[in-house]
């Protein structure tokens, strides 16, 4: 009964993917790059360049202001993009819909980037101060008046408290480690909820913190290793590239383990798993990003273009090039382990490092959703929905560390969809509001 109703699910997941969100993320996607004349292509030099210029800001103590440095809203918000959906869920896509569906991941990574700005600039617009010296924003405060009703507000904020519980990564870190290490998936559970919880506390400017610690080692360690694996199989990249490209038109045949795919199905898996992976219009980037302190908006906007450029061109496709040019994409292995494998042809050891390198990059991603899902739950009920939302979790999240991840993955992707579309829609009600540029 239960795998049915999964079955089911997956179905309408796919459908949605393959068809509304597809529609939604290249529509606007592509509406906002004609208007802006590809702001995020054209001015992407100006934009890394203002994204470095942020690190040589100080917050002054003297005279405090309102919000968190810039750099933690990025630090945080990013957490979030860059996690276990880079080196396990971006690798469903190409088991499932073939080497062809990683274009249409950077299809939606190119769209979503105009998407994610102008979610956080809208996010910014909208956004009022708070009794803590800080800012509330996000999707609650602007759709609204994009839907011109007020009950949509708490709707997202529902959406996002459900999204906010991470269930697929933590299901993924507490199978990782308890395999690999061989300790008990009870405690394992245990310490890994404790430790979310604990951090959670802090909030936004607390697993910022983190993150800008833990984030950027996960980055040069990971790339360090991709780059030495690809210069070892670099005769066969051509052939690699070809097939992705190829496969992105065409059907493609079943070949070793995989069982064939069909163009939608490569659209679906592309654009799913790579939305999923950078948070292309689910609202908690503006959430997080509201509370910066400067009041740049567009600049602060801007700063989602780099973070979806890390998460979808270099993370992502590295993940994937990975498994592509080392053949694990049609070996049959689970998911979860195929960059494992990959990179343990080259790099002893990966049974013992790869499940702390998914501890690292699941905890970031998990509180960074968090704490969006306290705020938001705070929206709702200031009184009763944060705590009702820790009871939540502390349920949630044990009792989905012992189902099928793959189960735990479409509730995820699903909740994803849903707030894709709510959030897609009322941008594009809003759309005459958004600004480019970096002033």
């Known amino acids: 009964m239960v795998n049915q109703i999964f079955h089911i699910l997956e179905w309408v997941n796919d459908f949605i993917w393959s068809h ?3 529609v939604l993320v290249v529509g606007l996607g592509g509406y906002f790059s004609f208007k802006s004349r590809f702001f995020q292509i054209r001015r992407f030099p100006a934009i890394f360049g203002s994204f470095v210029s942020f690190f040589s800001q100080r917050t002054s103590t003297a005279s405090p202001v309102a919000g968190i440095h810039p750099l933690k809203a990025f630090f945080a918000a990013i957490g979030g993009c860059i996690g276990i959906g880079n080196v396990v869920a971006i690798c469903t896509a190409v088991a499932i819909g073939g080497p062809g569906a990683l274009l249409w991941a950077w299809v939606g990574g190119l769209a979503g980037m105009l998407i994610q700005y102008s979610e956080v600039y809208l996010g910014m617009s909208y956004r009022v101060k708070n009794k803590q010296g800080s800012y509330d924003g996000g999707p609650m405060y602007f759709l609204p008046v994009a839907y011109k009703i007020q009950w949509i507000a708490p709707v997202v904020c529902l959406l996002l408290c459900f999204y906010g519980v991470e269930i ?11 395999v690999n290490w061989g300790f008990n998936q009870y405690l394992v559970t245990f310490v890994l909820l404790v ?19 833990l984030i950027p080692l996960f ?10 694996v690809l210069i070892k199989h670099a005769h066969i990249l051509p052939q690699v590239f070809k ?4 496969g992105a038109f065409t059907a493609q045949a079943a070949k070793g383990a995989f069982a064939g795919s069909t163009v939608g199905l490569a659209i679906s898996m592309g654009l799913s798993r790579g939305a999923y992976s950078g948070d292309i219009g689910v609202g908690y980037t503006s959430v997080i990003h509201a509370e910066s302190s400067t009041t740049q908006f567009q600049r602060q906007a801007a700063l989602t273009i780099v973070g979806i450029f890390i998460d979808t061109f270099v993370i992502c496709t590295m993940s994937i090039l990975i498994v592509l040019s080392t053949g694990h994409w049609n070996s049959g292995i ?11 042809l080259f790099f002893p050891y990966m049974h013992f490092f790869m499940p702390f390198f998914l501890f690292l990059l699941g905890y970031t991603t998990i509180l960074a959703y968090f704490v969006v899902g306290v705020k938001c739950a705070k929206f709702i009920s200031p009184k009763w929905g944060p705590r009702l939302y820790y009871l939540y979790a502390a349920i949630a999240l044990p009792l989905f560390a012992f189902v099928d991840a793959t189960q735990a993955f479409i509730l995820m992707s699903l909740s994803g969809a849903l707030l894709l579309i709510i959030n897609v829609f009322g941008m594009f009600l809003l759309r005459k509001e958004v600004r480019f540029g970096l002033d």
Request: charged share 10%; proline share 0%.
């Open 195 to 213: 430790a979310i919880l604990v951090v959670a506390l802090g909030g936004i400017n607390r697993v910022g913190e983190v993150c800008s610690a």
């Open 219 to 228: 980055i040069l360690l990971y790339l360090a290793m991709g780059v030495w």
């Open 334 to 344: 689970d998911v979860s382990l195929m960059v494992q494998e990959a990179l343990g």
């Open 20 to 22: 509304l969100a597809f």
């Open 243 to 246: 097939s992705i490209f190829e």
């Open 168 to 178: 697929f990564m933590f299901n993924v870190m507490v199978d990782s480690i308890s």
